[in-house]
């Protein structure tokens, strides 16, 4: 079945070490996004990318960086996580001229020790 | 700037009733879209729900079914008969197409009690 795959599911990381989390897709969307989801709160977007064309949100820390090497791919790189980076991190796809609806896949829980 | 907002933090509802879950939003936009999506516990988000903001009918999925209300920037969810498997949270989100991004509401937490 065509799917989002996020790996990995759960993540430990140290405060001030790098994390990457990636994300891999199916569907052969052409747009691709990163959320970050705090405990029963909104999906908050961190970046989209609409084929190559990076957008980043105004609030997004710098701390966060991301990287869409094909069309398949998207990652997520927090460079020095801190402990308030700790939550679930949510890839989705949607494709352009299509519904527009989002899927999703499982996310990555990061907890930063 | 779109703004999406769900006034009901938490609802419940007893096995086989009807519930609804409201959500308003604020635009300028003539073309949009907007949408339910459902998150159990621990789980994947999954969209319950479509609809197309030019479409005078309201979308229905089974025992799901919205009144969407274009003139008054309204847009509920109504389930029926709900079962235990509709314990979740759920999001109503707002897209247009001209930025690519969805607006999502603060989530609404339906619990069902057998």
Redesign the interface.
Known sequence: DAMVIQNPRYQVTQFGKPVTLSCSQTLNHN?M?WYQQKS????K?LF?Y?DKDF?NEADTPDNFQSRRPNTSFCFLDIRSPGLGDAAMY?C?T?R?GG?????????TRLTVT | AQTVTQSQPEMSVQEAETVTLSCTYDTSESDY?L?W?KQPPS?????VI?QEAYKQQNATENRFSVNFQKAAKSFSLKISDSQLGDAA?Y?C?F?T?GT???I????T?LKVLA
């Not at chain 1, 519904?99 to 996310?107: L, R």
């Not at chain 2, 789980?43 to 969209?47: A, E, K």
């Open positions: 747009v996004y029963s709160q909104a999906p977007l989209h609409y957008n949510l989705a949607t352009f519904g527009y609806e989002q899927y999703f896949g499982p996310g | 879209y949408f999506y789980r994947q988000m999954i969209l479509r949270m999001f989100a897209f197409s690519y991004k969805y999502f509401g603060t989530g937490r």
